[in-house]
């Protein structure tokens, strides 16, 4: 499965990998969360294309991982609805966030426009109307 994974993503149409990332309620065993999660870091990394994340009540082990590698290449946080002191360490650790229709206003805001994304993909309504900052 991840040579396929490695060949589609080395085309040039692919202009990011994701969304991976790690997942405490849904994604099953930790451990190998982490392991499939640092293959798709990797490839990131070997591409030179961003990183799409999603995660969920991971933050800690996602915020330890970018400390420890220092990866180069972007990494923004999928559909990302935490609370404002979360979006604030994400920011000062060099994330992006993407926001989705379910989203905290306030995270939002203060989510410098530059590193803000917004996205589509959990709704079937057009784009959200955010507020700008």
């Known amino acids: 499965m991840w040579k396929i994974v490695t060949h589609i993503a080395r085309k040039p149409q692919v202009v990011a990998i994701g969304e991976c990332g790690l997942d405490r309620l849904k994604g099953g065993d930790m451990k190998r969360q982490s392991e499939i999660f640092l293959r ?13 994340i999603h995660c969920v009540r991971a933050f800690d082990l996602l915020l330890g991982a970018k400390k420890e590698l220092h990866p180069e290449m972007k990494w923004t ?20 966030l993407s926001f989705g229709a379910k989203h905290n206003p306030e995270s939002f805001r203060l989510t410098p426009p530059e590193r803000r994304h917004v996205e589509t993909d959990d709704s079937s309504e057009p784009l959200p109307t955010l507020p700008t900052v």
Do not use: Y
Request: glycine share 6%; hydrophobic share 45%; proline share 6%.
């Open 40 to 52: 798709h870091i990797l490839l990131s990394e070997e591409l030179k294309k961003p990183l799409t």
């Open 77 to 96: 946080v999928h559909a990302f609805r935490g609370r404002p002191a979360l979006a604030r360490q994400l920011l000062h650790a060099g994330f992006d």
